[in-house]
Nanobody, 120 residues
Framework: EVRIVESGGGLVQAGGSLRVSCVAS????????IGWFRQVPGKEREYIAC????????YYQDYLKGRFTISSDNGKSTVYLQMNSLQSEDTGVYYC?????????????WGQGTQVTVSP
């Protein structure tokens, strides 16, 4: 059974940092790609970044690169999203999903999300 669980969300002041985690099981984590997405109030779900675990290659939404960093610990079957210089517009629910072996295709199993709230 594929299982994806996000954690680490919370309340942070503007300008602060937060790291969210995504623990996955039920598939070959070290050869899969894992993506991070978010849904902010009033907007559609948005792609943030993806990491291809078999070689560590990363992809980013252009305007978030530099503030957000995706990384992976294959031994822990965990993908992280480090978020710096957070602003109120970053408030939303953050999700991760498995993309099979690629970051360029459709994403299959999703987690339930973790709420990130940035206060002014």
């Amino acid at each position: 059974e594929v299982r994806i669980v996000e954690s680490g969300g919370g309340l942070v002041q503007a300008g602060g940092s937060l790291r969210v985690s995504c623990v996955a099981s039920g598939f070959a984590f070290n050869v899969y790609a894992i993506g991070w997405f978010r849904q902010v109030p009033g907007k559609e779900r948005e792609y943030i970044a993806c990491i291809r675990n078999r070689d560590g290659k990363t992809y980013y939404q252009d305007y978030l690169k530099g503030r957000f960093t995706i990384s992976s610990d294959n031994g822990k079957s965990t993908v992280y999203l480090q978020m710096n210089s957070l602003q109120s517009e970053d408030t939303g629910v953050y999700y991760c999903a498995e993309g099979g072996g690629t970051c360029q295709g459709a994403f299959g199993a999703w987690g339930q999300g973790t709420q990130v709230t940035v206060s002014p």
